[in-house]
Structure formats: C-alpha cells, structure tokens
C-alpha cells in the first residue's frame, strides 16, 4: 500500500478495519431486503451494500478473503433469515454453514479475479457475484433467499429487465456500480500518481495513468442504467396484453400456527372449514367466478377419502367440503393434501397438492408440489441418515413425497400455473409451469409457521418477479399475508392487510399466448455468467502461476516528495 509521510493514501483509509468492512457490508444488504426493521425493504442499499466488502478485498489473498466471505454470510443472512429460528432453533446451524461456505468460495474468487485480471475486475466481480445466486438455487439445498435484485421488486421500471435476463439481471445491475467505483477510485494497484496536496480518491481519479478506462468504465455502467430504466419506463407506458377475464376471490384465512385452523385434529379441520365456506359464500354472493383458498387450507386429502373412506367422520367432513364447491357455481382452486393408494387400498405416498374443481362440479385437476423445502418438507438421503431423517420428520409433522415435475390446471376457459408456497421463488421453475397455454399464475402460500413480516414480505418479492418473468399477471393467495394480485409489468393492483381474515376481490385478465425473452432462454443470462467467470478464473489461476513462475515486479509509480514504501 502506498504511504504518504506514515499515512496511508487511497480508499482504504476509510476502513481501517478489514472485517468491520464485511460486516457493515452484510447488514446494508440484509437491510435492502425486507426486515422487522424495514417491512418494505431499503431497496436503494441494493446499490451500495457491497463497497465496503470490496475496498476490504483489494490486496489480500484467497484464504483471507474466504474468511470474510464467510463472516458476510453469517451476519448478512443471520440477520435477515433469523425468521427460520420460529420452525426450529437449531435451523440457522443447518443454513448459515452452508452459506458460509459458498460466500467464502464466492469472495475468494472476487479476490482472485482483483488479483489476476484487475482490469476486467470491475465487470467480473458483479457476474461472479450473480453466478453463485444462481448456484445456490440448484438441487435439494437449493436456497433463494437474499437474491440481491429481490430487495428492487417495488423499482417497476428497473425490474422490467427480468422479462429478459431474469432476477439475475435485476442483481448484476444493481452490482455493477459498486464494482465500478471501488476499481475506479481505490489507488492500490491502480497505476495512481499520488500528489502530496491531494487525498488518494480525487489522485486516483483526476491523475491515475487509467483515467480514461476509468471514466470508460463509469460512462458504461451509468448508461446501462439509465438504458435499462429508460426501457422499462417505455415498457410500463405500453399497453398490457388482453385476454379472459376473471372475477378472482382470494380468501386469506389467517390460520396461524397453534390456532383451531392449523390443528391436526377433527374439531380444527372443521372449524377451518367452516371459516372457508363462510368467507367463499360471501364473495360468491358478491359475483365471484374463481375462489381460490391457500396452501393446505383443507388438510384431509379430499380425493382419497372420498374414493376409499379409511376414516367415517373425516369422510363425512370431506363430503361436506365437496357438496359445498359442487353446489356454489363458482370455480375452485384450493391448497390440500393428496395422498396415493397403494395395492389393496392401503395409504401411500403424501403429497402437497392443489386441487382445481371446476364450476357445476366434476373430476378435479391435481398438481402436486415438486420443489419442497429441504429438511422442512423432505430429505431425499433418510437411507443413509435415518436417525437424522427421523428427527426432521417428527419436527415437520411428517415429510411430503415430491411430485412428477411441472404441470398447469385447466380453469375458468384457461390455464393456470398453481405453484405451492416454495416453489414460486424459483423463476425457472415458474417458467415451465406458465408456458403455453397458462395464462395466470395463481400461487398457493402459508408462511404462518415463520410468524414473521419479513419472511412475508421476502417472499411477496420474489413472487413479483415471476410476473414480470413471464409476463402473465399473478394472483397469490396465502394463509396470513401477502394476498395479492400482481400485474404482468410487476405492479401491485391489490393487496389484503397482513395478518387479517379476509377476502380479496380483484378482476383479472388471463393473458394466454404471451411470451418473454425469459419465458424462451430462461436462466441464461445467469448461465453465461457463470460460464464467463469460470473461464476467467482459469484466465486469472495461470496468470498468476506464470507472474511467480517468472518472478515478474511491477513498479509502482510515485510522484512527489519523499521515496514510496509499502
């Protein structure tokens, strides 16, 4: 580091702790998402949480950068994923490690890939940054929670760019500038002639021997900015697409965890049926065409109690919640449990389903969960871990099975993509539900058991997404909040006060045939990310194993007064 009569020159002046740095960096980005502090979210830290963390790498090794890494993971999702201690305490010690360890292996890249290709750090580091949010929503752990561009859903013309690159867009965009700034007026290594009469930022950039890359580097991310909100202003003014229109109901019937409604026994199943039918009478009265009850809101699987009735009273009860959608002439699209029969008519696999009963009665569409949540709804190595298995089953009440993949529900004239609570945090996912002839996507949530805004509200965010992912309007009902009606540009045409019994009513149209550029290449951008980042950090590996080999210095230039020492 280059010094000045014993004082240190340059941005790293501002942070004379490394790891102070880090952790100031994980709180602004847990922060920008929404918290118990900021219900919404400060969505404008999305821009700025990440300079500190980056002043903090420049000059240090791999290992080291991995610990602060690390440190990032730990504080950043500590604090806004504390919601996962209301299932059970001991969850953060299952998630935290294991993103900890991936953020480590994240920064020790960033830090390869500052040491090895300094110049195209500025672009780099961003990519690198959304490569891993794309990673980590892959497999069984996959886990995505904290993408950065989910603490932007409420910037409407930002986030029309997902329509083509996805979330991962959203977040290389908001990265981009703080890469830029750190590469632009952080001295080390820059080339800088550092003046005695002037402090290491303003040397850096008015003297530094790059100073046109640097302006070069700022003029292209301050215009891909302004491009990418230019466009999606232009794209907000268009307008939507018509199609079918439909009068939703969505009951939000604010069953909590330890209530009558979430109750596993018979007087609670029939007290949660009867909020249901009071609430669905009511909007049906009102006109409603479609009533959609949430995740699990009926827990009896009405299907298999009705064709083989091992249970008299809960067969009575599923009969009563039948008879009442076959006689209300209205369509119904309702969260429940489905279980299989298995040769002789015993009890098999348990699914997480969604149930479409169309109007005037008949066999109801199913579609069962895929994407489950790992630990909470399934853990696919039992055989392997059965003690471990046994001890997560009897904290869930039991594990679901997964179901065979992707599928849409016929309804109402159209289409509808029902993912169930998870799974619509998952773009791609979402994507193969809603192509073709789907033309709303209606997800089923209960995220009660978390007792939190925050969980809420971070998972209201990336249901946003998926409308302008796919360009079809969303219409989410859940069991505490947020119930919603999306547009297909990701404006919030309606929404049901947090917490509260109710219905939301809202007319929406069933836009079939419309396809985006995500809706076509889906996670591609992310995956040419990837790719380009793996390259470059093979790029970077020989660049520096040839630097050593050849034992190569490169001087540091100095003006001034005074000899430089480091």
């Given at each position: 580091?280059?010094?000045y009569?014993?004082e240190d020159?340059?941005?790293l002046?501002?942070m004379p702790?490394?790891f102070?740095?880090t952790?100031?960096s ?6 920008s998402q929404p918290s118990e502090f900021f219900p ?7 821009f ?7 002043v ?5 090794g ?11 993971a ?5 604090l ?8 059970d305490p001991?969850a953060p ?6 993103l900890a360890?991936q ?14 290709l300094?110049r195209?750090?500025?672009l780099l580091q961003?990519?690198a940054?959304v ?6 929503t892959?497999?069984?752990l996959?886990?995505?929670?904290g993408?950065?561009?989910?603490a932007?859903?409420e910037?409407l013309p930002?986030i029309q760019v ?5 979330v991962?867009g959203?977040?290389a ?5 703080q890469?830029?700034?750190?590469s632009?007026f952080a001295t080390?290594?820059s080339?800088?002639?550092v003046?005695p ?10 003297y530094s021997?790059?100073w046109r ?11 891909l900015?302004?491009a990418?909100y230019g466009?999606g202003?232009v794209r ?8 079918q229109s ?5 009951v939000q019937?604010n069953?909590a965890?330890?209530t009558e409604?979430a109750s ?5 199943y029939?007290a949660a049926?009867?909020?249901l039918e009071?609430?669905?009478?009511a909007a049906i ?6 009533v959609v009850w949430?995740e699990?809101?009926f827990?009896?699987?009405?299907l298999?109690?009705?064709?083989h ?7 009575e009860l599923?009969?009563?919640?039948y008879?009442?959608i076959a ?9 429940n449990?489905h279980?299989?029969a298995?040769p002789?008519g015993a009890?098999?696999g348990?699914?997480n389903?969604a ?5 005037g ?5 199913l579609?069962?969960?895929?994407r489950?949540?790992p630990?909470g ?7 392997l871990?059965p ?10 009440g039991?594990?679901w ?5 992707p599928?849409s529900?016929?309804?109402c004239?159209t289409h509808?993509a029902?993912p169930i609570c998870y ?5 791609d996912?979402?994507r193969?539900m809603?192509g ?7 997800p089923?949530?209960?995220?009660a058991w978390?007792r939190?805004e925050?969980?809420?509200?971070q998972h209201?965010?990336a ?6 992912e ?6 989410r ?7 919603a ?11 049901l ?7 939301l009513?809202a007319?929406v149209?069933a836009?079939t ?10 996670d ?9 980042v793996?390259?470059?950090i093979?790029?970077?590996?020989v ?7 050849v034992?190569l210095?490169w ?10 020492s480091?």
């Open positions: 580091m280059w010094r009569r014993g020159l340059g941005l002046t501002l702790k490394r102070f740095g952790i100031l994980a709180c602004l980005f847990a922060f919404r979210g400060l969505g404008a830290l999305a700025f949480f990440l300079i500190p963390a980056l903090g790498l420049r000059g240090i791999a290992m080291r950068a991995a610990a602060q890494g690390a440190l990032f730990v504080f950043g999702f500590g806004m994923n504390h919601w996962l201690c209301a299932y001991r010690l299952l998630v935290l490690p294991l360890l953020y480590a292996l994240l920064f020790a890249v960033l830090a390869l890939i500052e040491e090895g300094p195209a750090a500025w961003p990519l940054w490569g891993l949010e794309y990673l980590r892959l497999g069984f996959g886990y995505p929670y993408i950065v561009g989910y932007l859903y910037q930002l997902a329509s083509v690159t996805g991962y959203v977040s965009l908001a990265l981009l500038p890469s830029v700034l750190v632009t080390e290594g080339g800088a002639c003046r009469w002037r402090g290491g930022m303003e040397a850096a950039f008015f021997a790059e890359h640097n302006r070069l580097r700022g003029a292209i991310a301050l215009g900015c302004a990418v466009v202003l907000l003014a268009l307008p939507s697409c018509r199609g439909i009068e939703l109901a969505l019937p069953f965890p330890g409604g596993t026994t018979l007087t609670g029939k049926l009867a909020a009071e609430e669905s009478r009265r009102s006109g409603a065409e479609l949430p699990t809101a827990v009896p699987s009405i298999y109690h009705l064709r009735r091992p249970d008299r009273e809960i067969f599923v009969r009563e919640c008879d009442f006689a209300s002439g209205a369509s119904f699209l309702i969260g449990s279980s299989e298995l002789g009890r098999g348990d699914y389903a149930l479409a009963f169309p109007s009665g008949g066999e109801p569409g579609y069962c969960k895929t489950l949540v630990f709804e399934w853990f696919p190595y039992a055989r871990f003690r471990f298995a046994a001890v997560l089953a009897a904290k869930a039991g594990f099975e997964p179901g065979p993949g599928a529900l016929a309804l004239g509808i029902a799974e619509d945090c998952f773009g996912y979402v193969a809603a073709g002839p789907v033309g709303l996507i209606m089923l949530v209960s995220d978390a939190s925050a969980a809420e509200r209201f965010a249901s946003v997404f998926r409308a302008v796919t360009g079809k309007p969303l219409a009902a859940t069991n505490t909040g947020v119930s009606v999306v547009d297909a540009r990701g404006y919030v045409r309606a929404e006060p947090r917490g509260q019994r109710g219905v009513r007319r149209e836009t045939g419309v396809a985006t550029v995500y809706s076509v290449l889906g591609g951008f992310a995956q040419a990310a990837l790719g380009l793996l390259g470059a093979l790029v970077s590996a660049e520096l194993v040839l630097r050593r080999a034992a210095q001087p540091k230039p100095y003006c001034g007064r005074g000899s430089p480091s």
